[in-house]
């Protein structure tokens, strides 16, 4: 009889611990709150896809794909069990133009499926999940501020590996080399600093797409200086890399931002140009940073040739062309600027301009509907700048959206990269501007 009060008892005090233990469980749960989680796992994507993006994590999957794939399904459950349930008209547009495309190019030109699913389906995706994910100014600003940290990680690294510490290159040389012939020979010879990114270009891409929107946070936090080291950790990295197109990106997006928040005076832009000049001399006894820029080698002007033939062969191939065709008829525009140093690599290298590879292999349909999409968004941000007043936050906000806009253009322009080969470069930034709603009507 005392053996089996004692088990009842012991039973009780397992229960009541049980209990205990599942209720302090369970008030801890509810203090976490659901956009606590989606910016962690933003957090998560953007150094995944900035740092870790071609290396496997999860199978076949990187860091920045799984992360992506968790923040879409908590997304979308915190979509289906909110009272107001809505979606932006613009994230529908956006998303049925993306379709379209994607059935087009699959019927048309039977691109492969698992390659349509990254240019188009990734970006819907990603829209929606970080739609859901940052829902005021305050979220705006604050993923804003992890991009920018996470880039300017990077460009302390790729600082480093400018000055040649071999600690910093042996972390990125761990990363591996997305076994990429030209990729490979550019970091084994250490040619250009690459940070944490896969090379020197996606980091120019990475350090172009924030840097217009730690201008906007400078001007509208009051940790200023903070956001002062940040940029400046971007101009340095920008430098380090070599990366003649992030530097031009740089100097326009400040020059647009300042120019449409009437900020942009003769003496402002002269000491920021001779700032950059200052530090491209420091770096230039590292890493020749100044010959570059002075003496144009081929990688450089061979930019021209390489869109003047792109912009005739689109223009002769309304349905785009590829193959032994495409060889053919570079050969034959080639002649026009054979005496341009580099212009014979077009073989290798195709025409270094994203908008025009577009336009040349798929035809007119896709290059008209790129351009619309673009023009799309961009009227997205510009209608509400229009209506921003003078040195109100929307205003500054809106301003670095332009010059991200501008600065794209630059990049996308001298690369191969761009919107529409699903670079997350380009539409992490992008999904986080949809986002942003003017403070009058924001929660």
Not at 23 to 45: A, D, G, R, W, Y
Not at 80 to 87: F, H, L, M, Q
Not at 373 to 383: A, D, G, M, T, V
């Amino acid at each position: 009889m005392r053996s089996l009060l004692t088990y009842i008892s012991m039973k009780t005090n397992i229960v009541e611990t049980f209990t205990l233990v599942s209720h302090e469980m369970l008030e801890v749960t509810k203090s976490i709150k659901i956009h606590h989680i989606q910016m962690l796992l933003f957090s998560c994507m953007v150094a995944g896809y900035f740092y870790f993006g071609y290396v496997d994590f999860v199978g076949p999957f990187s860091l920045g794909v799984v992360s992506l794939l968790v923040l879409f399904l908590v997304s979308c459950l915190n979509y289906c069990i909110r009272s107001d349930r809505t979606i932006s008209s613009s994230h529908i547009i956006i998303s049925v133009v993306l379709i379209l495309m994607a059935l087009w190019l699959y019927a048309v030109y039977d691109v492969p499926v698992i390659r349509l699913q990254k240019m188009f389906i990734v970006p819907i995706v990603l829209i929606f999940a970080v739609r859901e994910g940052v829902k005021s100014i305050r979220q705006v600003n604050n993923a804003l501020i992890i991009i920018a940290i996470i880039v300017s990680i990077s460009c302390i690294f790729a600082v480093l590996q400018a000055f040649d510490v071999d600690f910093f290159w042996d972390i990125r040389m761990l990363l591996g080399t997305a076994e990429r012939g030209a990729v490979e020979y550019q970091l084994v010879n250490r040619i250009k600093a690459p940070g944490l990114a896969l090379f020197s270009v996606p980091l120019s891409y990475q350090i172009s797409a924030i840097f217009p929107f730690v201008i906007y946070l400078t001007y509208i936090s009051t940790a200023r200086r903070k956001m002062i080291i940040l940029g400046l950790c971007l101009v340095l990295g920008s430098l380090a890399s070599k990366s003649l197109s992030s530097i031009l990106a740089i100097l326009v997006s400040y020059i647009v931002f300042m120019k449409l928040n009437h900020l942009l005076r003769p003496k402002r832009l002269l000491g920021f140009i001779i700032i950059l000049m200052f530090l491209a001399i420091g770096f230039s006894y590292y890493n020749g940073l100044i010959s570059r820029i002075i003496s144009p080698d081929h990688t450089v002007l061979s930019r021209i040739p390489f869109t003047l033939i792109g912009v005739k062969i689109l223009l002769n191939a309304p349905l785009g062309i590829s193959g032994n065709e495409l060889m053919d008829l570079m050969r034959y525009y080639l002649v026009d600027f054979r005496h341009i140093l580099g212009a014979k690599d077009i073989f290798e290298f195709g025409f270094h301009n994203c908008l025009l590879t577009f336009g040349v292999t798929y035809g007119w349909a896709v290059f008209i509907m790129y351009i619309w999409l673009y023009l799309y968004i961009f009227r997205l941000i510009y209608k509400p700048l229009k209506k921003s007043t003078i040195g109100s936050d929307d205003r500054y906000f809106y301003s670095g959206a332009i010059a991200y806009f501008c600065a794209y253009l630059i990049q996308s322009s001298t690369h191969s990269a761009g919107l529409m080969i699903g670079d997350p470069y380009d539409w992490i930034p992008l999904a986080v501007i949809l986002t942003y709603k003017p403070s009058q009507v924001s929660t």
